[in-house]
């Protein structure tokens, strides 16, 4: 859909013009899969695909709600702006205008405002169609509210966290920082290696010589629910207790694969002592890819996402057999330097570094053992590293 097309939708839900067009990505982190919560780096980037909102304020001390993408419309007081009931898809937008009040109390909301959103990341696939809309939202509110930084940098880190907050307590979501990070300040042909814990960042440039990035959905019903990922979470908290009786620390990634020959006799806890593995091995894997791309080192960096997956499936264990089959598939491949599950896990979508002339044989056989092995369809997307959020119009 082109921003044109978008302005005649919006003159004919509104019956008159958008004022401004802002667009925020989705994201795929390449590598450091539940690295973020055990403080330590993630490597996203953003995609060229995302949301869109077109915004006029309106006379009627009213926030009137609309996508293209869901049936629902919302019609919320300024009065009476709080979490709304029943999943309603307006909480992510809601939540945004909601916190910048809060966070930022010299920001003021002058009017109602008309809004539209439309969205292009595939839904449900976990490449973050929700941080999409919250960034999108934290950067036009910020602006209308009349409350933004000269230092973009800090700007852009602020519209993350305000994307957060409000998935946080407006979806229920208890989310780390990295999604929203990544389309708040993605930039064209670069990954963002971030430390989730201090949001120490950098841009590191991701130059593909005749090799796409393909993200595979795997349409899986399955998700990493809250249990699971909590189950994780308490795993490696056990673990940080019981390493730090022979070595203090206050994060498992604070340990090099070094170190973790030192301690990992003092973990009693079996399960624990493989999520403490699989976040040490994971850690020192994301920075070596880093080092690996910074030095064209590409083939590397395709190795080291396929034992990423590997370390997910054995010592993690949130792959699942639809993710597996697509990654074990496509290591099948030959011009595939790298495949691994990105996201929480079990569902979602895979990522692989593909070299353009095998990226049809690479859909043809992978998208044909998936169907074979599990029964359902997978679904292909060549992706385009984008720049993060920005006012279009
Ligand atoms: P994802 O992994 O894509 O972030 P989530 O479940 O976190 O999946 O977020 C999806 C939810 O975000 C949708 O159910 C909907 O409520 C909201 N959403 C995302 N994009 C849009 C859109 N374009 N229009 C309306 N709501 C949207
Ligand atoms: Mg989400």
Not at 184 to 193: L, P, S, T, V
Request: with cysteine.
């Amino acid at each position: 859909m082109t921003t044109q097309e978008m302005n005649q939708a919006f003159e004919q839900a509104y019956g008159r013009k958008a004022e401004k067009i802002f667009f925020a990505p989705g994201r795929v982190n390449l590598i450091g899969e539940h690295t973020d919560y055990n403080g330590g780096c993630v490597f996203p980037c953003a995609l060229s695909f995302g949301a869109w909102l077109l915004i006029a304020p309106n006379a009627d001390k009213v926030l009137r709600f609309k996508s293209l993408n869901m049936p629902q419309e919302y019609s919320i007081q300024l009065s009476a702006i709080s979490p709304q009931p029943d999943r309603a898809w307006c909480n992510y937008a809601l939540g945004c205008i909601d916190i910048i009040t809060r966070r930022h109390p010299e920001a003021k909301l002058q009017s109602g405002y008309d809004l539209l959103y439309f969205g292009n990341v595939p839904a449900g696939a976990g490449l973050s169609s929700s941080a999409a809309m919250e960034v999108v939202t934290a950067r036009a509110f910020t602006e209308e509210m009349g409350w933004t930084l000269a230092d973009d940098k800090k700007y852009r880190t602020e519209l993350a966290l305000i994307g957060q907050a409000c998935e946080h307590e407006y979806a229920g979501v208890m989310c780390g920082v990295m999604d929203q990070f990544a389309s708040a300040q993605g930039k064209k042909d670069h990954a963002i290696y971030l430390n989730c814990d201090t949001l120490e960042f950098e841009h590191v440039p991701v130059k593909l010589d005749g090799i796409k990035v393909v993200i595979t959905n795997t349409h899986s019903p399955h998700h990493l629910d809250s249990g699971a990922y909590n189950d994780r979470v308490r795993q490696c908290h056990t673990a940080v207790e019981q390493i730090s009786k022979v070595k203090p620390i206050k994060f498992l990634a604070e340990l090099t694969p070094e170190d973790w020959e030192q301690v990992e006799g003092a973990i009693t806890d079996p399960i624990a002592k493989k999520r403490a593995r699989h976040v040490v091995g994971e850690v020192a894997r994301t920075a070596q890819a880093v080092e690996a791309l910074k030095q064209g080192k590409i083939e590397l960096f395709g190795e080291l996402m396929t034992a990423s997956h590997v370390s997910l499936r054995d010592d993690y264990e949130v792959t699942g057999k639809e993710l597996d089959t697509l990654a074990e598939a496509a290591w099948q491949v030959e011009g595939v330097l790298g495949s691994r599950m990105t996201g929480g896990g079990f569902g979602g979508c895979t990522v692989s570094l593909v070299r353009d002339e095998a990226i049809e044989t690479f859909k043809a056989f992978v998208g044909k053992e998936y169907e074979e092995k599990t029964g359902l369809k997978a679904d292909f997307y060549v992706a385009e590293i984008g720049d993060g959020v920005m006012r279009l119009e």
